[in-house]
């Protein structure tokens, strides 16, 4: 729960401070790491959750005779219409801390049944101190991603579903090649952080700036790397295989559930088999999952429940039934989570020959993973793994984000 603070703002009636309010939940959430702070209309309040670590919790209900002042104090900060309460609107702000410290904040207005509905993306500068390690990419994984982004041509896709952490590590590829030597041009929606160096496109549907608009534009700035933010439709993917095929280097994400159906997926939106195949070198799948608070977390063993539903899945024999494993706790540092953090599981599906030939021959997702894993793909699921023998996290995290 919240500090006093809000209790105390609340029961001076007709005085009470929004701004300090609102204040007050920013400043909790960047303590507690939280990504979003959701402030939803009910029928009787408003009720207040943050995501932390990719789950929501409940911190708050504020009384329902200030909501309109919420939103409207929100609106105004990220100047946005004050006055319009039955469209969408979407913006963003900087929000400053007593201590000078900065926090980019991006807001998401949504007329609902009860009212208007905000979510705000806390933009915080530690997200800007990633690298491959400590995204929780394994050396093997590392070291194929770097292999991939040497290349002067070519794509490198990114894939899984919403919030998976796709965008961050394409800022993390976007800085480990952002060199003085080079040209990089993003086309992004939105546009997530600022890097100096990097030209940076937003989407805007309203002046007809598109994906496959802007990256059109975007060929003529003369670039050597580009990022697209997101391949939605059958359009931007042949404006994307012709990039890479043109001697460019196009980094890009793709809502697949795993590294072997991007080529599904890529053909599914009229993309040719045989310009995927030259064009493709690296698809990256990945989910995320809480690491163990190293604080509290308590070393344990697999249980016979756990082993008999291990046992129906194909883990590569990583765990056996006698593996020491580590259980969440809880303390006062996570909030009594047992988590603190999160950490990165993916596979790399590297478009050698043999993936080459299969692609070429059409042949479904299912014999894509099998060439990919006979050549040394680690699979979600084995890296997953590796990390509860690492004791990074717990075997209920992987299966969680694996097979939701």
């Known amino acids: 729960m919240l500090t006093d603070t809000i209790e105390r703002e609340l029961s001076r009636g007709e005085d009470v401070s929004i701004i300090n309010i609102i204040d007050y939940l920013i400043a909790r959430a960047y303590a507690s790491k939280a990504s979003d702070i959701h402030i939803d209309p009910t029928r009787d309040g408003v009720r207040v959750r943050m995501r932390v670590d990719g789950i929501l919790h409940d911190v708050y209900i504020l009384p329902s005779d200030i909501r309109s002042e919420i939103i409207s104090r929100i609106k105004v900060l990220a100047h946005l219409r004050t006055d319009e309460h039955q469209m969408p609107q979407d913006g963003r702000f900087q929000h400053e801390f007593v201590s000078g410290d900065t926090l980019d904040i991006r807001v998401s207005i949504a007329p609902t049944y009860h009212g208007e509905n905000?979510?705000?993306?806390?933009?915080?500068?530690?997200?800007?101190?990633?690298?491959?390690?400590?995204?929780?990419?394994?050396?093997?994984?590392?070291?194929?991603?770097?292999?991939?982004?040497?290349?002067?041509?070519?794509?490198?896709?990114?894939?899984?579903?919403?919030?998976?952490?796709?965008?961050?590590?394409?800022?993390?590829?976007?800085?480990?090649?952002?060199?003085?030597?080079?040209?990089?041009?993003?086309?992004?929606?939105?546009?997530?952080?600022?890097?100096?160096?990097?030209?940076?496109?937003?989407?805007?549907?309203?002046?007809?700036?598109?994906?496959?608009?802007?990256?059109?534009?975007?060929?003529?700035?003369?670039?050597?790397?580009?990022?697209?933010?997101?391949?939605?439709?059958?359009?931007?993917v042949s404006i994307c295989i012709n990039t890479a095929l043109t001697g460019h280097l196009l980094l890009s994400t793709l809502h697949t559930?795993?590294?072997?159906?991007?080529?599904?997926?890529?053909?599914?939106?009229?993309?040719?088999?045989?310009?995927?195949?030259?064009?493709?070198?690296?698809?990256?799948?990945?989910?995320?999952?809480?690491?163990?608070?190293?604080?509290?977390?308590?070393?344990?063993?697999?249980?016979?429940?756990?082993?008999?539903?291990?046992?129906?899945?194909r883990h590569g024999d990583v765990l056996t039934e006698s593996s020491e494993i580590y259980r969440a706790a809880g303390c006062e540092y996570c909030n009594d989570t047992g988590f603190s953090g999160r950490a990165c599981i993916s596979e790399c599906l590297v478009v050698d020959d043999d993936v080459r030939d299969a692609i070429l021959a059409r042949a479904p997702s299912s014999e894509l993973k099998r060439v990919a894993i006979q050549n040394g793909m680690t699979t979600m699921l084995q890296d997953g793994f590796n990390k509860v023998l690492a004791g990074k996290t717990i075997i209920e995290e992987v299966l969680r984000v694996i097979h939701e």
Request: net charge neutral.
């Open 118 to 236: 905000v979510v705000l993306r806390l933009l915080s500068d530690y997200a800007q101190e990633f690298n491959l390690a400590n995204l929780g990419f394994s050396n093997s994984d590392a070291e194929r991603v770097t292999t991939a982004i040497r290349k002067q041509s070519g794509m490198i896709l990114v894939t899984g579903p919403t919030g998976s952490g796709k965008t961050t590590t394409l800022y993390t590829l976007m800085r480990m090649l952002n060199t003085p030597e080079v040209a990089i041009v993003s086309i992004e929606d939105p546009i997530e952080y600022s890097i100096d160096g990097v030209e940076q496109l937003q989407v805007n549907p309203r002046v007809g700036l598109s994906f496959a608009n802007g990256l059109r534009t975007i060929l003529r700035q003369d670039p050597n790397i580009i990022m697209v933010g997101e391949i939605r439709d059958a359009e931007t």
């Open 257 to 313: 559930n795993d590294a072997a159906t991007t080529v599904p997926r890529l053909l599914d939106m009229k993309a040719e088999n045989f310009l995927v195949a030259s064009t493709l070198r690296l698809s990256i799948g990945q989910r995320l999952v809480r690491k163990l608070c190293e604080r509290c977390k308590t070393p344990g063993k697999i249980s016979d429940d756990e082993w008999k539903s291990l046992s129906l899945l």
